[in-house]
Nanobody, 122 residues
Framework: QVQLVESGGGSVQPGGSLRLACAAS????????VGWYRQAPGKQRDLVAT????????NYADSVKGRFTISRDDAKNTVYLQMNSLKPEDTAVYYC???????????????WGQGTQVTVSS
């Protein structure tokens, strides 16, 4: 099992950018698939992006395609979410999760971080 800590959230104006980081402790992080979820107030937690172990496969929710990029640096045990062209509707708490399979990521069965707040407002 891995422990995850998110960072990089904050407040930004529409059209701005942020880069979130998910730092993992624990052994063999490189073998885990990783995902970013977000949860806006009063809404369910939605899957935003995933990256496979090794980084060879990525997937995005339609709402963020072309604006967000997920990547990983296994030497640093860290996964990133680069967010560009941010919109007010991107405002949410962002969580990273890691699991052995993409299916577990999609079902919410992985290890979770504590979340980081992203606020997009003028």
């Amino acid at each position: 099992q891995v422990q995850l800590v998110e960072s990089g959230g904050g407040s930004v104006q529409p059209g701005g950018s942020l880069r979130l980081a998910c730092a993992a402790s624990g052994r063999m992080f490189a073998i885990y698939d990783v995902g970013w979820y977000r949860q806006a107030p009063g809404k369910q937690r939605d899957l935003v992006a995933t990256i496979s172990s090794g980084g060879g496969s990525t997937n995005y929710a339609d709402s963020v395609k072309g604006r967000f990029t997920i990547s990983r640096d296994d030497a640093k045990n860290t996964v990133y979410l680069q967010m560009n062209s941010l919109k007010p509707e991107d405002t949410a708490v962002y969580y990273c999760t890691a699991a052995a399979t993409l299916d577990s990521i999609q079902r919410g069965f992985g290890s979770w971080g504590q979340g980081t707040q992203v606020t997009v407002s003028s």
